[in-house]
Protein backbone atom coordinates (compact mmCIF):
# COMPACT_ATOMS: atom_id res chain seq x y z
CA UNK A 1 0.00 0.00 0.00
CA UNK A 2 1.38 3.83 -0.94
CA UNK A 3 1.05 5.65 2.60
CA UNK A 4 1.68 9.36 2.81
CA UNK A 5 4.21 9.84 5.90
CA UNK A 6 2.33 10.66 9.10
CA UNK A 7 2.81 14.26 9.63
CA UNK A 8 4.09 15.85 12.90
CA UNK A 9 1.21 17.71 14.67
CA UNK A 10 0.38 19.23 17.99
CA UNK A 11 -2.31 18.08 20.02
CA UNK A 12 -6.07 18.99 19.15
CA UNK A 13 -7.08 21.97 21.08
CA UNK A 14 -8.40 21.43 24.50
CA UNK A 15 -11.88 21.56 25.34
CA UNK A 16 -13.29 25.26 26.55
CA UNK A 17 -16.42 25.54 29.03
CA UNK A 18 -20.04 23.98 27.81
CA UNK A 19 -18.61 20.53 25.37
CA UNK A 20 -16.95 17.85 26.29
CA UNK A 21 -14.66 16.51 23.98
CA UNK A 22 -16.04 13.86 21.73
CA UNK A 23 -19.71 14.56 23.49
CA UNK A 24 -21.95 11.39 21.98
CA UNK A 25 -24.36 13.01 19.12
CA UNK A 26 -22.96 16.62 19.45
CA UNK A 27 -22.27 18.64 15.92
CA UNK A 28 -19.26 21.02 15.35
CA UNK A 29 -20.16 23.33 11.99
CA UNK A 30 -17.13 24.45 10.28
CA UNK A 31 -16.83 27.44 8.07
CA UNK A 32 -13.80 28.79 6.61
CA UNK A 33 -13.82 32.07 5.84
CA UNK A 34 -11.71 35.14 4.02
CA UNK A 35 -13.71 37.74 3.25
CA UNK A 36 -16.88 37.43 3.22
CA UNK A 37 -18.95 39.16 5.95
CA UNK A 38 -22.43 39.41 3.77
CA UNK A 39 -22.41 35.45 2.74
CA UNK A 40 -21.57 34.57 6.10
CA UNK A 41 -24.23 36.57 7.83
CA UNK A 42 -26.86 34.45 5.64
CA UNK A 43 -24.90 31.00 6.11
CA UNK A 44 -25.18 31.78 10.07
CA UNK A 45 -28.90 33.21 9.46
CA UNK A 46 -30.00 29.60 8.37
CA UNK A 47 -28.00 27.56 11.03
CA UNK A 48 -29.57 29.74 13.43
CA UNK A 49 -33.17 28.36 12.64
CA UNK A 50 -31.85 24.90 12.11
CA UNK A 51 -34.43 22.74 13.67
CA UNK A 52 -31.66 20.34 15.02
CA UNK A 53 -29.31 23.22 16.37
CA UNK A 54 -25.54 22.91 16.47
CA UNK A 55 -23.93 22.44 19.37
CA UNK A 56 -21.19 24.42 18.42
CA UNK A 57 -20.27 26.61 14.89
CA UNK A 58 -16.59 27.74 13.93
CA UNK A 59 -15.69 30.35 11.66
CA UNK A 60 -12.31 30.52 10.84
CA UNK A 61 -10.78 33.72 9.85
CA UNK A 62 -8.88 33.12 6.73
CA UNK A 63 -7.42 36.98 7.10
CA UNK A 64 -10.44 38.77 6.60
CA UNK A 65 -10.06 42.50 5.96
CA UNK A 66 -13.68 42.86 6.09
CA UNK A 67 -16.26 42.47 9.35
CA UNK A 68 -16.41 38.52 8.57
CA UNK A 69 -15.23 38.10 12.49
CA UNK A 70 -17.27 40.86 13.98
CA UNK A 71 -20.67 38.99 11.95
CA UNK A 72 -19.76 35.48 13.29
CA UNK A 73 -19.36 36.34 16.69
CA UNK A 74 -22.23 38.59 17.15
CA UNK A 75 -23.97 35.69 15.36
CA UNK A 76 -22.76 33.41 18.70
CA UNK A 77 -20.39 31.75 16.65
CA UNK A 78 -16.54 30.82 18.07
CA UNK A 79 -13.57 32.93 15.71
CA UNK A 80 -10.92 30.94 15.29
CA UNK A 81 -8.14 32.33 13.01
CA UNK A 82 -5.69 30.84 10.43
CA UNK A 83 -3.27 33.07 9.23
CA UNK A 84 -2.26 30.69 6.50
CA UNK A 85 -4.17 31.19 3.63
CA UNK A 86 -6.01 28.68 1.72
CA UNK A 87 -9.16 26.85 1.94
CA UNK A 88 -7.17 23.43 3.50
CA UNK A 89 -5.02 25.47 6.06
CA UNK A 90 -8.40 27.16 7.74
CA UNK A 91 -10.32 23.87 7.59
CA UNK A 92 -7.80 21.87 9.29
CA UNK A 93 -7.91 24.67 11.74
CA UNK A 94 -11.60 24.45 12.43
CA UNK A 95 -12.01 20.78 12.45
CA UNK A 96 -8.64 20.86 14.70
CA UNK A 97 -10.29 23.04 17.28
CA UNK A 98 -14.13 21.65 17.03
CA UNK A 99 -15.46 19.73 19.97
CA UNK A 100 -18.51 17.46 18.23
CA UNK A 101 -18.19 14.03 17.31
CA UNK A 102 -19.95 15.01 13.70
CA UNK A 103 -17.74 18.30 12.22
CA UNK A 104 -20.45 19.11 9.50
CA UNK A 105 -18.73 21.87 7.16
CA UNK A 106 -20.09 24.24 5.13
CA UNK A 107 -18.46 27.36 3.08
CA UNK A 108 -19.21 30.71 3.64
CA UNK A 109 -21.42 30.86 0.76
CA UNK A 110 -23.90 28.00 1.94
CA UNK A 111 -27.16 28.69 2.73
CA UNK A 112 -28.60 25.45 4.19
CA UNK A 113 -32.19 24.22 4.59
CA UNK A 114 -33.88 23.92 8.14
CA UNK A 115 -33.27 20.36 8.66
CA UNK A 116 -29.63 20.19 6.83
CA UNK A 117 -28.41 19.01 10.26
CA UNK A 118 -31.21 16.78 11.56
CA UNK A 119 -30.92 14.92 8.48
CA UNK A 120 -27.24 14.72 8.17
CA UNK A 121 -27.36 13.84 12.11
CA UNK A 122 -30.31 11.02 11.20
CA UNK A 123 -28.17 9.61 8.33
CA UNK A 124 -25.40 9.03 10.31
CA UNK A 125 -26.95 7.30 12.83
CA UNK A 126 -28.30 4.61 11.08
CA UNK A 127 -27.18 0.86 11.48
CA UNK A 128 -24.44 1.21 8.13
CA UNK A 129 -22.44 4.16 10.23
CA UNK A 130 -20.95 5.51 7.35
CA UNK A 131 -17.90 7.58 7.71
CA UNK A 132 -19.15 10.74 6.04
CA UNK A 133 -21.75 12.30 4.73
CA UNK A 134 -22.36 14.27 1.43
CA UNK A 135 -24.79 15.90 -0.76
CA UNK A 136 -24.75 18.21 -3.89
CA UNK A 137 -25.25 21.58 -4.30
CA UNK A 138 -28.39 24.02 -5.68
CA UNK A 139 -26.68 27.42 -7.07
CA UNK A 140 -28.06 30.71 -6.61
CA UNK A 141 -26.89 34.05 -8.07
CA UNK A 142 -25.30 34.20 -11.42
CA UNK A 143 -27.42 33.49 -14.76
CA UNK A 144 -29.47 31.17 -15.78
CA UNK A 145 -26.72 29.71 -17.85
CA UNK A 146 -24.40 29.88 -15.22
CA UNK A 147 -26.19 27.97 -12.74
CA UNK A 148 -26.89 25.16 -15.24
CA UNK A 149 -23.04 25.15 -15.74
CA UNK A 150 -22.07 25.32 -12.29
CA UNK A 151 -25.01 22.34 -11.39
CA UNK A 152 -24.88 19.81 -14.42
CA UNK A 153 -21.29 19.81 -15.24
CA UNK A 154 -18.86 21.03 -12.90
CA UNK A 155 -20.77 19.30 -9.63
CA UNK A 156 -22.44 16.51 -11.35
CA UNK A 157 -18.93 16.38 -13.36
CA UNK A 158 -17.42 16.07 -10.27
CA UNK A 159 -19.64 13.37 -8.51
CA UNK A 160 -20.19 11.17 -11.54
CA UNK A 161 -15.85 10.82 -12.44
CA UNK A 162 -14.12 11.12 -9.28
CA UNK A 163 -16.78 8.21 -8.31
CA UNK A 164 -15.49 6.45 -10.33
CA UNK A 165 -11.96 7.17 -9.75
CA UNK A 166 -12.23 6.80 -6.07
CA UNK A 167 -15.20 4.11 -6.04
CA UNK A 168 -17.38 5.78 -4.01
CA UNK A 169 -18.74 9.14 -4.03
CA UNK A 170 -16.24 11.97 -3.09
CA UNK A 171 -16.84 14.76 -0.63
CA UNK A 172 -18.48 18.13 -1.53
CA UNK A 173 -16.92 21.02 0.43
CA UNK A 174 -20.08 23.07 0.56
CA UNK A 175 -21.97 20.07 2.28
CA UNK A 176 -20.82 17.28 3.96
CA UNK A 177 -19.87 16.28 7.60
CA UNK A 178 -17.06 13.88 8.80
CA UNK A 179 -17.14 11.88 12.27
CA UNK A 180 -14.62 13.42 14.43
CA UNK A 181 -12.79 10.00 15.40
CA UNK A 182 -11.68 10.04 11.62
CA UNK A 183 -10.39 12.95 10.94
CA UNK A 184 -8.50 12.58 14.28
CA UNK A 185 -6.65 9.38 11.75
CA UNK A 186 -6.97 11.67 8.89
CA UNK A 187 -5.65 15.21 9.64
CA UNK A 188 -1.70 14.06 9.43
CA UNK A 189 -1.86 12.06 6.43
CA UNK A 190 -3.88 14.75 4.09
CA UNK A 191 -2.15 17.66 2.88
CA UNK A 192 -3.91 19.69 5.05
CA UNK A 193 -0.86 22.65 4.93
CA UNK A 194 -1.48 22.89 0.84
CA UNK A 195 -3.13 25.68 -0.51
CA UNK A 196 -3.13 24.25 -4.19
CA UNK A 197 -5.35 21.52 -3.62
CA UNK A 198 -8.93 21.36 -3.22
CA UNK A 199 -9.43 20.26 0.32
CA UNK A 200 -12.64 18.29 -0.36
CA UNK A 201 -11.17 15.97 -3.03
CA UNK A 202 -7.95 15.77 -0.86
CA UNK A 203 -9.61 14.35 2.60
CA UNK A 204 -12.07 12.01 0.29
CA UNK A 205 -9.14 10.52 -1.33
CA UNK A 206 -7.45 9.83 1.68
CA UNK A 207 -9.82 7.96 3.11
CA UNK A 208 -8.67 4.81 5.00
CA UNK A 209 -9.84 1.50 3.77
CA UNK A 210 -12.73 0.47 5.54
CA UNK A 211 -14.29 4.30 5.34
CA UNK A 212 -16.97 4.94 3.81
CA UNK A 213 -18.94 8.23 2.49
CA UNK A 214 -23.12 8.31 1.78
CA UNK A 215 -24.01 10.45 -0.73
CA UNK A 216 -28.04 11.62 -0.43
CA UNK A 217 -28.93 12.99 -3.66
CA UNK A 218 -31.88 14.91 -1.30
CA UNK A 219 -29.25 16.68 0.98
CA UNK A 220 -29.01 19.82 -0.96
CA UNK A 221 -27.50 23.24 0.27
CA UNK A 222 -27.55 25.79 -1.78
CA UNK A 223 -24.58 27.96 -2.90
CA UNK A 224 -23.27 30.76 -4.53
CA UNK A 225 -22.59 30.39 -8.52
CA UNK A 226 -20.42 33.19 -8.54
CA UNK A 227 -17.16 31.26 -8.88
CA UNK A 228 -19.20 30.36 -12.21
CA UNK A 229 -19.68 34.03 -13.62
CA UNK A 230 -16.26 33.87 -15.99
CA UNK A 231 -14.86 31.35 -18.09
CA UNK A 232 -11.61 32.17 -16.60
CA UNK A 233 -12.69 31.88 -13.00
CA UNK A 234 -14.19 27.90 -14.07
CA UNK A 235 -10.70 27.38 -15.59
CA UNK A 236 -8.59 28.15 -11.96
CA UNK A 237 -11.28 25.65 -10.53
CA UNK A 238 -10.85 23.17 -12.94
CA UNK A 239 -6.72 23.80 -13.09
CA UNK A 240 -6.86 22.88 -9.08
CA UNK A 241 -8.88 19.92 -9.84
CA UNK A 242 -6.30 18.73 -12.05
CA UNK A 243 -3.58 19.42 -10.19
CA UNK A 244 -4.98 17.83 -6.82
CA UNK A 245 -5.45 14.54 -9.01
CA UNK A 246 -1.92 14.56 -10.36
CA UNK A 247 -0.97 14.90 -6.34
CA UNK A 248 -2.94 12.54 -5.16
CA UNK A 249 -2.11 9.94 -7.78
CA UNK A 250 1.52 10.24 -7.40
CA UNK A 251 1.63 8.98 -3.65
CA UNK A 252 -1.46 6.95 -3.85
CA UNK A 253 -2.38 6.00 -7.66
CA UNK A 254 -6.06 5.52 -8.07
CA UNK A 255 -5.85 1.25 -9.09
CA UNK A 256 -4.26 0.97 -5.71
CA UNK A 257 -6.51 3.06 -3.65
CA UNK A 258 -9.77 1.57 -4.98
CA UNK A 259 -8.18 -2.28 -4.64
CA UNK A 260 -7.73 -1.34 -1.08
CA UNK A 261 -10.62 -0.18 -0.44
CA UNK A 262 -12.29 -2.78 -2.05
CA UNK A 263 -10.74 -5.81 0.00
CA UNK A 264 -11.23 -3.65 2.81
CA UNK A 265 -15.22 -3.74 2.24
CA UNK A 266 -15.15 -7.27 1.40
CA UNK A 267 -13.39 -8.01 4.43
CA UNK A 268 -15.79 -6.68 6.37
CA UNK A 269 -18.90 -7.97 4.35
CA UNK A 270 -17.65 -11.26 5.26
CA UNK A 271 -16.55 -10.54 8.98
CA UNK A 272 -20.38 -10.00 9.21
CA UNK A 273 -21.77 -12.87 7.99
CA UNK A 274 -19.83 -15.03 9.65
CA UNK A 275 -20.94 -12.92 12.90
CA UNK A 276 -24.50 -13.60 11.90
CA UNK A 277 -23.68 -17.16 11.68
CA UNK A 278 -22.36 -17.45 15.00
CA UNK A 279 -25.78 -15.94 16.07
Known sequence: MTHRIQSALPPRSA?????????????????PCLDDAAMLRACLAALAVQTRPADE?????????????????DAGARVVTEPRRGIWPATAA??????????????ADSVPPPDWLARVERRMAE??????????????GGTAFT?????????????????????????????????????R???????RDRADVHDDLDLAWWLRPGMSVAYERSLVVDVSARPFDSWAALGRRL?????????????????????????????????????????
Open 185 to 191: ELRGIVH
Open 127 to 140: ADAPTAITGPGRFY
Open 239 to 279: RMAFHTLAVEWREWPALERRAEHREAATGTAVADEGDQAVA
Open 57 to 73: IIVVDNGSRDDSAAVAR
Open 15 to 31: CGPGLDSGVMGSISVVI
Open 94 to 107: GFDAARGELLARLD
Open 147 to 183: RWVARHLYIGGYFWAIGILLGHPPLFGSNYALRSEAW
